[in-house]
């Protein structure tokens, strides 16, 4: 029975495996910070430790047996300190390009914080960026278009 169990695990390593092959999942926060009045006040981006360096909107990848909601209100705390809230799931993004490092999927979530972001885990600094200051120059994998894609849906935030 062990021999036959071992050939059985062989080859699915062997065959099965490699065929299995699939993107990685990861979520994205938009998180919109309102202060004590409920008045907005800008998006927060984190500034990336590691490479690609630049501004990207807090996230990464969603554990086994985590939920990608669980899985973007623990990347929203862990880099900005924030406990933020979801208001919705915005779209899901997937060019195998996205991503300079491999191909990932991302779900990406609106959420609402208060408070001020402090940087940790992944990222090196954080910031709070009024919608007509938002760099995009300086924003990595495909955040800008993420970015621009939420500012069409939401055309007068900010604006109240």
């Given at each position: 029975m062990?021999?036959?169990?071992?050939?059985?695990?062989?080859?699915?390593?062997?065959?099965?495996?490699?065929?299995?092959?699939?993107?990685?999942?990861?979520?994205?926060?938009?998180?919109?910070?309102?202060?004590?009045?409920?008045?907005?006040?800008?998006?927060?981006?984190?500034?990336?430790?590691?490479?690609?360096?630049?501004?990207?909107?807090?996230?990464?990848?969603?554990?086994?047996?985590e939920?990608?909601?669980?899985?973007v209100?623990?990347?929203?705390?862990?880099?900005?300190?924030?406990?933020?809230?979801?208001?919705?799931?915005?779209?899901?993004?997937?060019?195998?390009?996205?991503?300079?490092?491999?191909?990932?999927?991302?779900?990406?979530?609106?959420?609402?914080?208060?408070?001020?972001?402090?940087?940790?885990?992944?990222?090196?600094k954080?910031?709070?960026?009024?919608?007509?200051?938002?760099?995009?120059?300086?924003?990595?994998?495909?955040?800008?278009?993420?970015?621009?894609?939420?500012?069409?849906?939401?055309?007068?935030?900010?604006?109240?």
């Amino acid at each position: 029975m062990k021999i036959f169990l071992a050939k059985i695990v062989s080859w699915l390593v062997k065959f099965a495996i490699p065929s299995l092959r699939t993107p990685f999942l990861t979520v994205d926060g938009i998180v919109e910070i309102y202060d004590e009045n409920e008045k907005f006040k800008g998006i927060v981006l984190i500034e990336r430790k590691n490479p690609p360096f630049g501004f990207a909107l807090p996230g990464g990848f969603v554990e086994y047996g985590e939920s990608p909601q669980r899985a973007v209100l623990r990347e929203v705390k862990e880099e900005t300190g924030l406990d933020a809230e979801i208001v919705r799931q915005f779209r899901a993004y997937g060019e195998p390009g996205r991503d300079p490092r491999f191909h990932t999927v991302t779900i990406v979530y609106i959420l609402k914080a208060r408070g001020k972001p402090s940087a940790s885990s992944d990222a090196k600094k954080t910031h709070i960026f009024e919608i007509k200051r938002i760099p995009f120059d300086k924003i990595v994998f495909d955040h800008g278009r993420i970015i621009r894609d939420y500012l069409k849906e939401v055309k007068n935030i900010g604006q109240k």
